[in-house]
Nanobody, 126 residues
Framework: QLVESGGGLVQAGDSLRLSCRASTDSDTFSGYTFGWFRQAPGKEREFLAGIEWSKQRYYGHSMQGRFTIDRDNDQNTVFLQMNSMQVEDTAVYYC????????????????????WGRGTQVTVSS
């Protein structure tokens, strides 16, 4: 089970850090690849960032260096740091996971992930 937290209402230009905690043991957690997605009303779910079990990171094309993904295997938690927030960042943000060890490779598509959280709302006001 994945549970996102940290969403809320912020102003344009602010920063926000989302967390995603997995209900599993640390050994299992460490073998997973995690991704962050978002979905705005009327739009498709959009890939934002991913981090492999090896801690290799990769990002969606529209992130422009404002988002950073990280993981803490001791806490079974994945983070998404978002800086210079924009009104267009308003969406529901989802965490997703896929057991991938020992394989590697970026997972960017919704259908490549098997486990999803329920999402956390992020609203950015102007």
């Amino acid at each position: 089970q994945l549970v996102e937290s940290g969403g809320g209402l912020v102003q344009a230009g602010d920063s926000l850090r989302l967390s995603c905690r997995a209900s599993t043991d640390s050994d299992t957690f460490s073998g997973y690849t995690f991704g962050w997605f978002r979905q705005a009303p009327g739009k498709e779910r959009e890939f934002l960032a991913g981090i492999e079990w090896s801690k290799q990171r990769y990002y969606g094309h529209s992130m422009q260096g404002r988002f950073t993904i990280d993981r803490d295997n001791d806490q079974n938690t994945v983070f998404l740091q978002m800086n210079s927030m924009q009104v267009e960042d308003t969406a529901v943000y989802y965490c997703a996971a896929k057991e991938q060890w020992p394989r590697g490779g970026a997972l960017r598509a919704v259908e490549e992930y098997g486990d999803w959280g329920r999402g956390t709302q992020v609203t950015v006001s102007s």
